[in-house]
């Protein structure tokens, strides 16, 4: 049976309007921090209490559906059959530590290997970004158009920090050919700026909890979303990939080395 775009829509906004108010309240300034891969790859306690949250209210809701999630409290998917929720509980830990802004909690659903519906919510500036393309696209209540199909010279380009610095894949090349190159260290403050057109393009090394959530709605805006070789995207694989304008996504494939 194919699940309903709608209610699964008004679910993730209804969660993430909850988690957007949990993680801007006061308890927040007790978070304990602890590093996972090394001294920049942070984890809190609010990811964790935050992902649990999150997935025990999908359990609740959709008992049948499988979820993929950052903190090790999702299922062992081995393949994308049935519903399946990606669950990024704070994406830009960073941020979130030392500025306490520009992060975001992120839901993507998919259906048998298809995306269905995404939603994201800019923790503070209270905003979510939702929809799929079945229904459409939306910031809170208001429907929103598909960006302009711009050129890499039109626009403004983000890229990992790390990527940039190591003129990796040969990126460098790419950002001369913008308007400019901005980092901001999150996955779902940046989609939303492509969403909203501000940005052309995004390059980063992204897990499937990073991409999910993204990539339902930016296909839907009719962007492109490929991996550094041009190859189909794994949603159970960490991978390199380029979002961004259709037109901006061939030009920088042309430009991008993968040797």
């Known amino acids: 049976m194919r699940e309903d775009s709608k209610e699964i829509d008004a679910f993730l906004v209804s969660l993430l309007r909850t988690v957007g108010e949990s993680l801007r309240g006061d308890s927040i300034k007790k978070k304990s921090v602890g590093t996972k891969k090394n001294r920049n790859d942070l984890v809190t306690n609010f990811d964790k209490k935050t992902e649990k949250f999150i997935n025990s209210e999908i ?15 999702g299922d062992k998917v081995q393949d994308m059959s049935g519903l399946v929720f990606f669950v990024d509980p704070i994406d830009g830990t960073m941020n979130f530590v030392k500025r306490r802004d520009d992060f975001a909690s992120m839901i993507g659903a998919y259906i048998d290997g298809k995306p269905l519906i995404g939603a994201i919510i800019n923790v503070m500036d209270n905003e979510i970004y939702h929809g799929g393309k079945e229904i459409g696209l939306f910031i809170n209540d208001k429907k929103i158009d598909n960006p302009k199909d711009l050129s890499l010279v039109e626009g403004l380009v983000d890229v990992s920090a790390p990527m940039a610095l190591a003129n990796k894949f040969n990126v460098q090349s790419v950002i001369k ?27 980063s090394y992204l897990a499937p909890w990073d991409l999910a959530a993204g990539r339902v709605m930016c296909e839907a805006a009719g962007m492109s979303i490929v991996s550094i070789d041009d190859s189909p995207i794994n949603m159970l694989e960490s991978q390199v990939v380029i979002v961004g304008t259709q037109k901006v996504v061939s030009e920088a494939l042309k430009t991008l080395k993968t040797r």
């Open 59 to 73: 359990k609740k809701n959709y008992p049948q559906a499988t979820i993929v999630s950052e903190e090790g409290y």
């Open 177 to 203: 050919k913008s308007s400019g190159f901005r980092v901001y260290g999150s996955a779902g403050i940046i989609f939303g700026h492509l969403l909203t057109g501000k940005e052309v393009m995004y390059m």
